[in-house]
């Protein structure tokens, strides 16, 4: 298959939060560099959160070269194993776990806790060198990158953050609970996308806090349409099919541990699937009006992919749950949550494994699509 010829449209890449999930991210890129054969990145825009944000910030870095950037995530993310992400001793954890029952047990006294349960040292130092900040610079100046957003929550305002960078006509924007704001990104912003409420402890940015960047967007598509997106490829991390049916021997109560890896759920899938849909829903809508009435609009079609995996993943989790770190295992135990459904090992698990089977689930469900690809694609 010959190299693609690049649409002109401003074409933006959404990568959507997830935890271990983001491994299914990887697997998809590699197989569009397969499949386009681009140099130059096919995404001029390109927008992440949570785990997507780090993704993202890959993507966009080394936009001058799409295929050396999708070999060096699926090398990076080969090589990871829990402790790559947190801390996973059995002390740090106990510490950590002990200081938020603490709290809630005497908190009336004055004892506050401002932590998680995890703790992300090792993260943010995988972060620290990782991130090429020069690069990012190089790219844009190129014209390789017109924009990349990175969405963190504010914790003191109560709103989604969309920290971008890119050329100068792109132009701060302030909407119900969410804003753009141009910064130079820095390792900080990611880390601040990906600090997950509860697990991890908030991120301090300039004067304000920040957590994980799906707790707040209600509107993940917001920032790639604010920096000029007119195609916009999404990447998530759940199938879309249905939930199974309840099962046959009877229901019980949720553990904490199970609603948990369902409000993980909600946190990073349900907001993308309908802002997703309501694109689609304002696509039509704009297709129907004739071109008098298409001028009066500030709305415009924007053309959307979206791609997910084609089979549920917490069946890729269960059979791996062993892989996860003693400690962790304990604590997930302590939960309620192990050995259930699989939906909190498949957000934690960030072992090879696992890992690997999410990449090839990525690499496969995409390349089973490349006529819609490439149709994607082209002009």
Not at 141 to 152: E, N, P, V
Request: charged content about 25%.
């Amino acid at each position: 298959m010959g190299r693609l010829k690049p649409a002109s449209e401003k074409t933006a890449l959404i990568l959507q939060g997830g935890g271990a999930r983001g491994a299914y991210h990887v697997g998809t890129l590699k197989a569009i560099a397969e499949i386009t054969k681009a140099r130059i990145s096919p995404f001029h825009i390109v927008c992440g959160s949570s785990v997507g944000a780090i993704n993202a910030a890959s993507i966009a870095v080394m936009s001058r070269d799409f295929q050396a950037a999708t070999r060096h995530l699926e090398t990076l993310w080969r090589a990871l194993h829990c402790d790559s992400i947190y801390e996973t001793g059995g002390l740090p954890l106990f510490v950590n776990s002990s200081r938020w029952a603490a709290t809630m047990m005497f908190g009336f006294l004055g004892l506050r806790s401002t932590g998680g349960f995890l703790d992300y040292a090792p993260l943010r130092r995988l972060l620290e060198s990782e991130f090429n900040r020069p690069q990012l610079e190089r790219a844009i100046k190129t014209g390789a990158l017109h924009a990349l957003a990175i969405t963190a929550s504010s914790y003191d305002q109560g709103n989604a953050v969309s920290f971008y960078e890119g050329v100068d006509e792109i132009r701060d924007w302030t909407r119900a609970r969410r804003m753009g704001r141009r910064t130079k990104i820095g390792p900080e912003h990611l880390l601040a996308s990906s600090a997950l409420s509860f697990a991890f402890p908030p991120v301090r940015i300039e004067n304000e806090y920040f957590g994980d960047g799906a707790l707040r967007s209600n509107s993940p598509l917001s920032p790639a349409i604010h920096t000029g997106a007119e195609r916009i490829l999404v990447i998530g991390t759940r199938d879309t099919k249905h939930e199974r049916p309840p099962d046959d021997t009877g229901s019980h109560p949720p553990t904490f541990g199970e609603v948990a890896g369902h409000a993980l759920d909600i946190l990073f899938n349900d907001n993308l699937e309908l802002d997703y849909e309501r694109m689609e829903r304002i696509n039509k809508t704009l297709s129907l009006l004739t071109d008098e009435a298409r001028k009066k609009t500030p709305l415009k079609p924007i053309r959307p992919l979206l791609l997910t995996p084609s089979q549920d993943v917490r069946d890729l989790a269960r059979p791996h749950a062993q892989d996860l770190p003693r400690a962790v295992r304990i604590l997930m135990r302590s939960a309620g949550a192990w050995r259930k459904d699989g939906r909190l090992e498949s957000y934690l698990m960030f072992e090879p494994a696992y890992v690997g089977s999410l990449i090839d689930l990525g690499h496969a469900d995409t390349l089973a699509r490349a006529d819609e690809i490439e149709a994607f694609f082209v002009n």
